[in-house]
């Protein structure tokens, strides 16, 4: 999981991406990049580190033009080092820069198609190989010739093609201008914004990068579909993807997206109020003091719950906002390092008391457990756990960091089996069902609750796949 924007302008955009980025930090924290090209040439600068770690007021200098892309990393396939930071460059047969979110499942497929032709791979990044597709694609269709629209739109289409798995692209393309691209099951999400002016579109993983620059959000570039805004400022919509059924990666709206968001028509802030009321139908009716939320994602979810199960919502446990989100750490070590410094118990709501514990999910435990453990120490009398997102027994294959089974402590286990690991006096999940009426959009994908994957693949791929992340976190 990553975030990505993408801007073309009448004016400079510097300034414009690196606040969208802002935004979107919550999507990535291991790296971050900004790409922008000028009259004469794209420059690129990409670095470890949070947004505003890596850019400083030198960087509006250098990094001029009316036409870029940004990134911030998540690391999920490739380790955390600056050359596989993006947004990725290149100069053939014109400059390209492109930037992606999600991930894709045959990528050893794509390196082996451009070693064929003579192409060879200089990170172990994904979107390497499919900007190489791409490159190789539009240098066979202009030929001689000077690139033009037609030649963007054949080329994304060949490359789509070959790609599988999870994407949302922006691309960057020298004499042309901004490419957006979503793979045939809409898994990621990307937005297109204009400003109010119409003198500038956007392209955002979510809706919330484009109200902060004073956007208004168009709609949401559709599964399998491309999206160019020429130089001239002219929208072509082209649909280059065979559409399979819509696979919506339900993670978005239980964790990942910002809570002011809204993803393919629905607000993620309604779908975790109605996440909360679902929960409330298969909460037991334990006797209870108040709900607290594990911060900051469960907040709108346990208010939802506490409101419909009528006890009081308490703020028990503040967070550091100057530590990051723990979940997208690459390491149990360091999810445990930060727990500690992340949150404090307020003893006052806490010392003697009967809690419901909500977070909006359980993936490791390693967080969960280590919350509950701080409850006690505060003195809580029972603390009752609840998630509103179903057990999660599967590996995300699509951009999400829990690639094996064995990080997955539901997997292969029962309920009570996973309370006795974390040390709550009950544990409570969401139904598959719940979840499915709480988020109100046209297919959702569910493979790491249900096993069922969208987009069919051989067991040896799950399989290949864990086995290469495991090593690169090793690493």
Request: charge should be neutral; glycine fraction near 8%.
């Amino acid at each position: 999981m990553c975030g990505i924007i993408g801007i073309i302008s009448t004016k400079e955009v510097y300034s414009n991406l690196y606040v969208g980025l802002l935004a979107l930090q919550h999507r990535g924290q291991d790296a971050c990049g900004i790409c922008v090209q000028d009259d004469e040439d794209m420059h690129v600068k990409r670095e470890v580190g949070l947004v505003g770690d890596v850019f400083t007021d030198l960087d509006a200098e250098r990094l001029k033009g009316k036409i870029g892309i940004g990134h911030v990393r998540y690391t999920t396939a490739g380790t955390n080092i600056t050359k596989n930071a993006q947004p990725f460059k290149v100069q053939m047969p014109v400059n390209i820069a492109m930037a992606s979110n999600g991930n894709t499942i045959n990528t050893e497929d794509l390196v082996d198609y451009l070693w064929d032709n003579n192409i060879s791979m200089h990170t172990s990044s994904d979107l390497e190989a499919i900007l190489g597709v791409f490159k190789f694609e539009l240098k066979k269709e202009a030929g001689r010739s000077k690139v033009t629209s037609e030649h963007v739109f054949n080329a994304a289409q060949k490359m789509m093609k070959r790609v599988r798995g999870s994407y949302s692209l922006v691309i960057m393309v020298e004499g042309v201008g901004l490419l957006a691209v979503r793979d045939s099951y809409a898994i990621r999400p990307l937005v297109l914004g204009k400003s109010r002016e119409g003198n500038s579109y956007v392209f955002a993983s979510e809706s919330v990068a484009i109200d902060v620059l004073g956007y208004k959000a168009m709609y949401d570039v559709r599964a399998g579909e491309a999206v160019l805004v020429d130089f001239d400022f002219n929208v072509t919509r082209r649909i280059i993807g065979k559409v399979k059924k819509k696979a919506h990666c339900m993670f978005e709206f239980v964790y990942f997206a910002r809570p002011d968001t809204v993803l393919d028509h629905v607000s993620v802030y309604e779908a975790r109020l109605a996440l909360g009321r679902e929960l409330s139908k298969v909460w037991s009716g334990k006797d209870i003091d108040s709900v607290i939320p594990a911060p900051d994602t469960s907040r709108t979810a346990a208010l939802a719950f506490a409101n419909k199960i009528g006890v009081n919502y308490r703020e028990g446990l503040i967070k550091n906002r100057y530590i990051g989100r723990t979940f997208i750490m690459p390491s149990d070590g360091q999810r445990r390092d930060a727990l500690r410094i992340k949150i404090n118990p307020i003893s006052s709501e806490i010392k003697g008391k009967k809690i419901a514990l909500l977070d909006d999910s359980i993936v490791r435990g390693t967080t969960a457990k280590k919350t509950i453990e701080l409850l006690r120490n505060a003195g809580a009398k029972e603390v009752h756990l609840l998630s509103s997102c179903p057990p999660i027994i599967k590996p995300c294959i699509y951009g999400i960091d829990m690639p094996t089974h064995e990080e997955l402590i539901a997997h292969n286990r029962t309920v009570d089996e996973i309370d006795e690991i974390l040390g709550a006096d009950s544990l409570t999940y969401q139904s598959v069902e719940g979840l499915e009426r709480a988020i109100p959009i046209d297919h959702l994908c569910t493979a790491c609750i249900t096993g069922k994957y969208p987009i069919p693949m051989e067991d040896e791929i799950l399989k290949r796949m864990g086995e290469k992340r495991k090593k690169e976190k090793k690493e």
